[in-house]
């Protein structure tokens, strides 16, 4: 979308096209609020500016509605935009079935172990990378992960913004 057709978009296209970069209404009812933007850096920096202010309920209920990593289909039903993203991001992530298995232990043992997915941008890591991640963030202790589960739902939320918002 370019940014003049995102500043005359009505209230609900604006904030439908913000969900599709993130599942968290404040976020996208304050970036909506505050149109028109002069320019996609002004609408970027305000979007990582607010990303900082979520809260763990809102992170946690956007988790709900995010696939797993290496899955190719969501828990919740996804509009095309985001299974649009989702594919692009976990692009290089072509497992073979150890690694497929892996991931899928891992997964279990991350959900086991923090009640909610592993969540990483994957936008150019391979799935070795990602099951490395996976297993060094297993080590975490409960605070530290959200705080990491915070600012990689933020870089995937600015990420899908930046590929889609243009000049």
Not at 28 to 49: D, G, H, I, T
Not at 90 to 105: F, S
């Amino acid at each position: 979308m370019q940014l003049v057709e995102f500043n005359k978009a009505s209230q609900q296209d604006a904030i439908t096209f913000l969900k599709h970069c993130v599942q968290i209404p404040s976020w996208s009812q304050q970036l909506e609020a505050k149109r028109p933007f002069e320019s996609v850096k002004a609408v970027m920096e305000l979007a990582k500016q607010q990303a900082s202010t979520w809260t763990w309920d809102e992170i946690k209920t956007a988790l709900d509605k995010h696939p797993r990593i290496g899955e190719k289909k969501a828990q919740a039903e996804l509009s095309e935009l985001e299974q649009d993203f989702s594919k692009r991001e976990q692009a290089a992530i072509n497992v073979d079935r150890e690694t497929e298995e892996a991931l899928l232990k891992g997964n279990i043992a991350y959900e086991n172990k923090y009640g909610y997915i592993f969540l990483i941008k994957a936008s150019g890591l391979n799935s070795g990378e990602v099951l490395q991640a996976l297993n060094y963030r297993l080590l975490n202790d409960a605070d530290s992960e959200k705080r990491i589960v915070h600012h990689q739902l933020a870089e995937i939320a600015l990420l899908r913004l930046s590929q889609e918002l243009q000049s």
